[in-house]
Nanobody, 116 residues
Framework: QVELVESGGGLVQPGESLRLSCRVS????????MGWYRQTPRKERELVAA???????NYADSVRGRFTISRDNAQNTMLLQMNSLKPEDTAVYYC??????????WGQGTQVTVSS
C-alpha cells in the first residue's frame, strides 16, 4: 500500500505561482511513476505532469514551460512548481503513484483556484 498526501493548494491571481507537494509513504519501493492530475466539474481527470523512476518527465501541452515536476527522495516528496498560472488551471489537483503491477494510488486532492 502507498499513501499520498497533497498540500499547497490555494487561491492566487493570474500570473502568480504555487507549489504543490505530495508526501509519499508506505510500500514506495515498487512505484515506477508518479504524477499530478487535475479535474474540474466539466472535464475528466487529466494528466498534468509525470516523473518516472529514472527521472524522465512529461507534461501536458497546456502546462509545458510553466509547470515543473520534481522529486525530493530524501524527503519522500514529489513537487509541482506552477508558474504563470491561468484561470484555466483552476481545478482539484491529485497526486498519483503507479507501481510495477499497474496499481494506481491517489491522494485526497487539493484545490487550486486562479482568479482575479
Amino acid at each position: 500500500q502507498v499513501e499520498l498526501v497533497e498540500s499547497g493548494g490555494g487561491l492566487v491571481q493570474p500570473g502568480e505561482s504555487l507549489r504543490l507537494s505530495c508526501r509519499v509513504s508506505g510500500r514506495t519501493f515498487g512505484v515506477v511513476v508518479m504524477g499530478w492530475y487535475r479535474q474540474t466539474p466539466r472535464k475528466e481527470r487529466e494528466l498534468v505532469a509525470a516523473i518516472h523512476s529514472g527521472g524522465t518527465t512529461n507534461y501536458a501541452d497546456s502546462v509545458r514551460g510553466r509547470f515543473t515536476i520534481s522529486r525530493d527522495n530524501a524527503q519522500n516528496t514529489m513537487l509541482l512548481q506552477m508558474n504563470s498560472l491561468k484561470p484555466e488551471d483552476t481545478a482539484v489537483y491529485y497526486c498519483n503513484a503507479r507501481d510495477y503491477v499497474n496499481t494506481n494510488y491517489w491522494g485526497q486532492g487539493t484545490q487550486v483556484t486562479v482568479s482575479s
